[in-house]
């Protein structure tokens, strides 16, 4: 069964402490995206990558990290320096970069205290 | 930067009667995408339209392409509590074919 799966669905974590989202994908595509989503809003790309080992910033990539080492794999870290972490973060995919049709995670909702 | 802007922000109907979502973009589009976002879900992608004055249909919803290909619409007929959601319009940010700007959402309640 092909998709993209992310975890944990629900995320607690205590100011000033770094978290990693996790994004995996068997769909065998190229491109993969993060995007943060604050209520009643549209989507923000933070980071997106178009190939293994390859990544830009998006439109709002400070205070994240991201690693692309495998081609099924792109992990987000959320640091302490992200002022307002709080929000729900989707992992997106498309089958190589330019062709844009997106497939989405069911995402992680991150709460900081 | 490039804006997409979507109106209205939200609308409430009564099942049975029709909606529209417009979508407007301060710079020419190659293409528009829209996606569809549940209560509490994650968006799913719609359609796709690439040719200028373009418009698609899926069973109840109507799809189109403005001529200068900066906005586009979404007309559903007949709305049903299953159209409940978000819906987005998408496009490729300028100078890129790598990643998508998308719109602010319209958000839409269906009552019996």
């Known amino acids: 069964d092909g998709g993209i799966t992310q975890s944990p669905k629900y995320l607690f974590r205590k100011e000033g402490q770094n978290v990693t989202l996790s994004c995996e994908q068997n769909?065998?595509?190229?491109?993969m995206y993060w995007y943060r989503q604050d209520p009643g809003q549209g989507l923000r790309l933070i980071y997106y990558?178009?190939?293994?080992?390859?990544?830009q910033k998006g439109d709002i990539a400070e205070g994240y990290s991201v690693s692309r080492e495998k081609k099924e794999s792109f992990p987000l870290t959320v640091t302490s320096a992200q002022k307002n972490p709080t929000a729900f973060y989707l992992c997106?995919?498309?089958?190589?970069?330019?062709?844009?049709?997106?497939?989405f995670g069911p995402g992680t909702r991150l709460t900081v205290t | 930067g490039q804006q997409v802007m979507q109106i209205p922000q939200y609308q409430h109907v009564q099942e049975g009667e029709d909606f529209t979502t417009y979508c407007n973009s301060s710079?020419?589009?190659?293409?528009i995408q829209w996606y569809k976002q549940r209560p509490g879900g994650h968006p799913v992608f719609l359609i796709q339209?690439?040719?200028?004055?373009e418009v698609k249909k899926q069973k109840r919803l109507t799809f189109q392409f403005g001529e200068a290909k900066k906005n586009s619409s979404l007309h559903i007929t007949a709305t049903q509590t299953t159209d409940v959601g978000t819906y987005f319009c998408?496009?490729?940010?300028?100078?890129?074919?790598?990643?998508?700007?998308f719109g602010t959402g319209t958000r839409l309640q269906v009552t019996l």
């Open positions: 339209l690439v040719k200028s004055g």
């Open positions: 997106a995919s498309s089958i190589r970069a330019g062709v844009l049709e997106q497939y």
């Open positions: 990558s178009q190939i293994v080992n390859d990544f």
């Open positions: 769909l065998n595509h190229d491109a």
């Open positions: 710079t020419t589009l190659s293409n």
């Open positions: 998408a496009g490729p940010s300028p100078g890129t074919a790598s990643k998508l700007t």
